[in-house]
């Protein structure tokens, strides 16, 4: 196993240190290994890091940042720039993420010749269970599946690309064109650059103390993140569906001038612009990832079939707002079709054009040794 940095950013995690570095040390991490802390906190939790330091087997150093630039994903930037080896592991401070776990993700980088190796809650054996409430899984899983959608060659690899627990190996990095801001690091680093990307579950656990950083300011973080990142594919996806959503107001407006019930012309319309927005797509979408596996019929068949049932489920609401809502038929349409927009994205992204994987199954998921390490440690 290769000497590892784990790098650790903290905000206000005192109670958590000390237990953190104990179970770090525990794993017994090969010579020439360090624990950094990159420590953006305003509690006492720089005092019990340098507490830790005096007692821990494997050296611990900490940065500590009065001017915390990036904020989470900043930290762990600067964690890799000052790291003293090639690999690093990169975890949250909350115990969380279980330290058991740092040895699995080291084999399995040094074993498979990956770039990253992440571990996951979303691939077979993994879990979220630690993630406290149903709002946050439900924030937490839908956010995935955007992501995905988002950038589909890059994270076809990857179920968990909000995880904050991951290995990656410093060589292949382009350290320098990162452009840290929110806390979601890994997701920065896979959009990127094109990188060997292999995948452990783990058991995301219970917080050991304090209180979790996760807010609304984070969200809108996140949000400006995957703005920066790329909105290219589904931009052309925007567009495109604009301009059916505008041939299909045009429709229904013509039926409607000619003696037409709007609902009947809210199915024609439907049905015309359902299947020209798919042979648009097909050209200027969804063109690089149209020989993943699925023919053209089986692409035709998903993609009209959804938005057929998608827009079937449209006309209830569109009856409502026009008959209880006294709203124009034409702008209730609208208003129905942009509501639909993200989940038409994510659908097609995620099911009908959906990448394959190019990297193996770990055989530590064959065994379900990862799962059952984060789970129990004394499984190692």
């Known amino acids: 196993m290769n000497a590892t940095t784990v790098i650790i950013p903290t905000f206000n995690e005192a109670p958590n240190v000390a237990e953190l570095v104990r179970r770090l040390n525990a794993t017994s991490l090969p010579t020439g290994s360090e624990i950094l802390f990159v420590d953006d906190s305003s509690d006492d939790t720089p005092a019990a890091i340098t507490d830790a330091s005096g007692w821990s087997a494997v050296p ?63 691939v077979g054996g993994g879990s979220n269970a630690g993630l406290a409430g149903f709002t946050r899984r439900l924030v937490s899983n839908g956010s995935i599946a955007i992501t995905r959608a988002m950038f589909p060659n890059r994270l076809r690899n990857c179920t968990d690309p909000m995880t904050g627990f991951f290995a990656l190996r410093r060589s292949s990095i382009d350290v320098h064109n990162l452009r840290p801001q929110g806390f979601k690091i890994l997701l920065e680093i896979l959009a990127r650059q094109r990188l060997k990307v292999v995948e452990e579950p783990f058991i995301f656990g219970e917080r050991h103390a304090g209180e979790s950083k996760a807010d609304v300011r984070q969200g809108f973080r996140f949000l400006r993140q995957l703005a920066a990142l790329r909105f290219g594919r589904m931009s052309r996806f925007a567009i495109i569906g604009g301009v059916g959503a505008v041939v299909n107001l045009a429709i229904m407006a013509g039926l409607i001038a000619f003696g037409m019930d709007y609902l009947y012309a809210a199915i024609i319309a439907s049905g015309v612009t359902i299947i020209g927005n798919f042979f648009l797509q097909e050209l200027f979408v969804f063109r690089d990832l149209r020989r993943e596996g699925r023919g053209f019929w089986t692409r035709f068949a998903g993609s009209v079939g959804f938005n057929s049932v998608e827009a079937a489920l449209r006309m209830p609401l569109l009856f409502a707002f026009v008959q209880f809502g006294h709203i124009s038929s034409v702008i209730a349409q609208a208003i129905t079709i942009l509501v639909a927009f993200v989940i038409r994205y994510v659908f097609h992204a995620r099911v009908v054009y959906r990448p394959r994987r190019t990297t193996p199954v770990s055989p530590l998921i064959t065994k379900g040794l990862a799962a059952e390490v984060s789970r129990d440690p004394q499984v190692l």
Not at 73 to 93: K, L, N, P, R, Y
Not at 94 to 105: F, N, S
């Open 60 to 122: 611990v150093r900490m940065i500590h940042r009065d001017d915390p630039v990036g904020g989470l994903s900043g930290a762990v930037v600067e964690g890799m720039q000052s790291a003293t080896t090639d690999w690093c592991v990169v975890m949250d401070g909350d115990l969380q993420h279980p330290p058991e776990m740092v040895p699995v993700l080291m084999e399995t980088g040094g074993g498979t010749g990956a770039d990253v190796v992440v571990a996951s809650r979303h």
